[in-house]
């Protein structure tokens, strides 16, 4: 989206206080080890930077992430509308906070936040360009998933994934495939044979509408940025494979075709 942070943007921040008489924080050893997985978090559907450097953000919408890596590296890979798959987030933890930063020190997304004694996060997103930063108002959210093998199915493309990847696997075309958001990545033969076999396919979500993407710009200028938005709007999935996980955005023709393809 022109003018807008093209990094898009990443999460949390939260005081949780104990329930004692005295009212003393609570402590939270956050281990990496336990981050990992996927998470649903809540993410601005975009953004916009005018002439005078006053920011607007998008309503807050589902963003599907994958937390993977060793201790002490740990990184988050997230499906974003406007975000490829080269651009993964650097993950640390100190005692219960969490910090996750995306960019560059031109221009950065960062997020800090606070475990919560049930589990997830909630906080803010802030924007860093060249050292300025500038949080979204909106508080977020973000829980684990947990997976389940008989889970609906709304965006009925779940067959359909499993066969593409299958014969990416077997090294089958892709000459379907669009040039989604001007850079597909889809998976490759290699990547998906070291995954192993797909054990489980779910169903999670979409990506924010065009129309939530606009939603940051002034009235006034929505329909001329119209022009510079895609209307891909991608069903989400989880697929659990023998030797690991990836959440992937897939994009189906009226003719059920699958033209656009993303994993993470």
Same mark, same amino acid.
């Given at each position: 989206?022109?003018?807008?942070?093209?990094?898009?943007? +990443? @999460?949390?921040?939260?005081?949780?206080?104990?329930?004692?008489?005295?009212?003393?924080?609570?402590?939270?050893?956050?281990?990496?080890?336990?981050?990992?997985?996927? !998470?649903?978090?809540?993410?601005?559907?975009?953004?916009?930077?005018? !002439?005078?450097?006053?920011?607007?953000?998008?309503?807050?919408? =589902?963003?599907?992430?994958?937390?993977?890596?060793?201790?002490?590296?740990?990184?988050?890979?997230?499906?974003?509308?406007?975000?490829?798959?080269?651009? @993964?987030?650097?993950?640390?933890?100190?005692? =219960?906070?969490?910090?996750?930063? !995306?960019?560059?020190? +031109?221009?950065?997304?960062?997020?800090?936040?606070?475990?919560?004694?049930?589990?997830?996060?909630?906080?803010?997103?802030?924007?860093?360009?060249?050292?300025?930063?500038?949080?979204?108002?909106? %508080? +977020?959210?973000?829980?684990?998933?947990?997976?389940? %093998?008989?889970?609906?199915?709304?965006?009925?493309?779940?067959?359909?994934?499993?066969?593409?990847?299958?014969?990416?696997?077997?090294?089958?075309?892709?000459?379907?495939?669009?040039?989604? !958001?001007?850079?597909?990545?889809?998976?490759?033969?290699?990547?998906?044979?070291?995954?192993?076999?797909?054990?489980?396919?779910?169903?999670?979500?979409?990506?924010?509408?065009?129309?939530?993407?606009?939603?940051?710009?002034? %009235?006034?200028?929505?329909?001329?940025?119209?022009?510079?938005?895609?209307?891909?709007?991608?069903?989400?999935?989880?697929?659990?494979?023998?030797?690991?996980?990836?959440?992937?955005? @897939?994009?189906?023709?009226?003719?059920?075709?699958?033209?656009?393809?993303?994993?993470?």
């Amino acid at each position: 989206m022109r003018r807008t942070s093209r990094a898009t943007l +990443m @999460v949390l921040s939260f005081l949780s206080v104990s329930p004692t008489a005295q009212a003393q924080p609570e402590t939270i050893t956050v281990e990496t080890d336990k981050l990992a997985g996927l !998470w649903r978090i809540g993410m601005p559907a975009g953004g916009n930077v005018d !002439w005078r450097m006053n920011v607007t953000f998008g309503p807050m919408r =589902d963003t599907f992430c994958r937390l993977e890596g060793p201790r002490g590296a740990l990184k988050a890979y997230c499906l974003m509308q406007l975000t490829y798959k080269s651009d @993964v987030g650097n993950v640390s933890v100190e005692g =219960d906070h969490v910090h996750i930063a !995306w960019g560059s020190m +031109m221009l950065r997304v960062t997020a800090d936040g606070t475990m919560q004694p049930a589990g997830g996060f909630t906080g803010y997103y802030t924007l860093k360009a060249s050292g300025i930063g500038i949080r979204a108002p909106e %508080q +977020m959210s973000a829980a684990k998933i947990s997976l389940a %093998q008989d889970a609906p199915d709304p965006g009925g493309k779940s067959a359909a994934l499993s066969r593409v990847l299958a014969g990416i696997a077997d090294g089958a075309p892709l000459a379907s495939l669009a040039q989604l !958001w001007g850079k597909p990545e889809p998976p490759t033969a290699k990547e998906l044979r070291g995954l192993g076999a797909i054990q489980t396919v779910a169903w999670l979500g979409h990506t924010p509408t065009s129309e939530d993407r606009l939603a940051a710009f002034p %009235q006034d200028q929505r329909a001329r940025e119209a022009a510079q938005v895609n209307d891909y709007v991608l069903d989400v999935y989880a697929v659990e494979f023998a030797n690991g996980e990836r959440i992937c955005g @897939v994009h189906q023709r009226p003719d059920a075709v699958i033209d656009g393809l993303v994993c993470n």
